[in-house]
Structure formats: C-alpha cells, structure tokens
C-alpha cells in the first residue's frame, strides 16, 4: 500500500536524521522533547529539493499572484531560495539586525511588491510575523505562507493570516516554567542560530 505524502515526508526527516528526539529550547524560548533540525536536510540537497517540489506543487495549485518569495534567515534561505527558484520568482531573505527582522538594502525590487513567505518549521509563528512586519514597512503584499513542518497541527494563525504546510503535526511544546522535562532533569540543548535572544 503506498504511503501518503505525509509519511514520506516525516520518514524523510528521519532517515536524514534531521528529527531529534531529546530535550530542546526552540526559537520561541519554549522547550520541547522533538526538534526538526532542518540543517540535516539542507546538508542533503537531493532529499530538500524532493521535499522543496511538493511544496512548489501546492503553491502552483494556490495560482496565486506574486512576485518573491520571502523567508527568514537562516534555516529558511536554502529553502526559499529553492523554492523561488523552482517557482521562477524573485528571492529575498529577512534577518534579525539587533534583534529587530529587517531587509538588507540590496533587495530594492521588493518594496511595494506582491509576496509569499515560506518557512522551514513553525512553533507558534513569532519569527513568520516578524517578516510580515518588517515587509509591511516596505508596502509589501504578502498572499501566502507557506512552511515545511507546522508543529502547532494547523492551529497557529500569523496575525490573522492562516499557514499552509507539507507536515502538520501536533508537537508538544512547553513554558520552561512547566516542563516536564526539566522536572526530570534532563539536560537542555539549545539548537539553531536565528540570532533571536
């Protein structure tokens, strides 16, 4: 019996080693006993180009309207890079410059443009509404968002704005203040660089 898209996906991440099971502070500050640790997949560009295609399937479905493709720094630029790439779009990259998401000034063909945001795994959506912040100061239209992994099963909205993903998986996520892991014990690994303090 062949395996639904989903599973693929998840059996991808995990023969890519690139889902860990342990005791994890997420980009959010929450903590978790499960991290996607997607730079395992940008080290295999043959298995995130097969992942990046499904994505830009569902996109093409969408028919949406819009020029760039717009994700995060870091994790999210080889795969909106990609995207854009497979999409024949535009691409541009936010970053967190002393704590605040903000556009290098070299993307000038952005401002006032039509965009899509794509981002590699979603907790609670801070860092995604952190780059519609920074793009709405550049009069920027942004039509969809778009993800690999949504970790909140398809319950987090990003300032009223719903996102579609390749993964949605309900993934426990704890206030450090109320982690069972924590009150077993067990030590506290903090992965990623998103420079968010």
């Not at 991290?35 to 969408?62: A, S």
């Amino acid at each position: 019996m062949p395996q639904n898209r989903s599973d693929v996906i998840l059996n991808l991440f995990k023969e890519s080693q690139a889902l860990l099971k342990g005791h994890f502070q997420l980009t959010s500050g929450k903590h978790s006993e499960w991290y996607f640790e997607k730079i395992k997949l940008i080290e295999r560009p043959v298995v995130l180009e097969k992942i990046i295609t499904w994505l830009v399937e569902d996109i093409k479905n969408d028919c949406l309207d819009f020029d760039y493709v717009v994700s995060p720094a870091y994790g999210g630029i080889a795969i909106g890079f990609l995207t854009a790439l497979k999409l024949k779009k535009f691409f541009a990259f936010t970053q967190r410059a002393e704590e605040k998401m903000t556009i290098r000034s070299g993307f000038s063909g952005l401002n006032k443009a039509k965009a899509i945001i794509v981002e590699d795994i979603l907790t609670t959506g801070g860092s995604v509404s952190e780059v519609l912040d920074c793009l709405n100061l550049r009069e920027v239209e942004v039509v969809g968002i778009y993800c690999l992994v949504d970790r909140s099963g398809g319950e987090v909205l990003v300032q009223g704005k719903p996102v579609k993903s390749l993964l949605s998986l309900k993934v426990e996520a704890y206030e450090p203040d109320s982690c069972p892991l924590c009150q077993q014990g067990l030590p506290l690994v903090k992965p990623g660089a998103s420079d968010k303090r």
